[in-house]
């Protein structure tokens, strides 16, 4: 990574902190340190496996996958394909790798055939769909929604942590290493699959 790339990815970084920490935005409290973090973690992790990925890439994307959640949550995945390439320009970032960004997470977003996109595209889908499994985040969703049954709750973990395992983990490493963590997550969501626990 050369200085000015290292310096545009810290620029994009400071200010994707700066917008997440409104108060506005509903997940201001958590979202970088259990989120956003967890997943740059992961993918550099799996950048040092996948050498041929283009790392400035992937960092813009995983710093850019929920931007239109921050400014606007409730039209997110337009709101990042519409203002996000403008607004990677505007920090420095070269048009068409500012397109290449857009455009990858807008099929990451589509979570359909995954396994043929590019690696950069199967390295942050793989590493996002596994940060839910890190830390507090499907216990903030309880948080979040206290109003619900906690059956209810129960189901839309379920079907959250579902969706993540069978259509955004794409890299075999991801499946493998989050296994227990997925697993535990289904007990706790009701699907409890054990004869005897001694």
Not at 132 to 156: A, C, E, S, T, Y
Request: net charge neutral.
């Amino acid at each position: 990574m050369s200085k000015i790339d290292q310096k545009l990815i810290s620029n994009l970084k400071e200010h994707i902190k700066k917008i997440s920490s409104n108060k506005e935005f509903k997940h201001h409290q958590w979202f970088i340190e259990y989120h956003l973090e967890i997943v740059e973690k992961i993918s550099l992790e799996l950048c040092d496996i996948y050498k041929n990925a283009d790392r400035n890439l992937v960092l813009m994307m995983v710093w850019m996958h929920d931007y239109g959640k921050i400014i606007n949550f409730n039209n997110q995945y337009e709101e990042t394909i519409v203002q996000g390439k403008n607004f990677l320009i505007s920090l420095g970032f070269d048009k068409k790798y500012s397109e290449k960004a857009i455009g990858y997470i807008e099929i990451m977003d589509k979570k359909s055939g995954l396994e043929k996109a590019p690696i950069e595209i199967q390295i942050v889908s793989s590493a996002d769909g596994a940060s839910h499994l890190v830390g507090p985040f499907f216990m903030i969703w309880w948080q979040d929604n206290h109003n619900k049954d906690f059956r209810q709750l129960m189901k839309d973990n379920y079907v959250k942590a579902q969706i993540d395992w069978n259509k955004k983990i794409i890299l075999p490493e991801v499946m493998e290493a989050f296994k227990k963590r997925f697993n535990v997550l289904m007990e706790q969501s009701g699907e409890i699959q054990v004869e005897n626990f001694l």
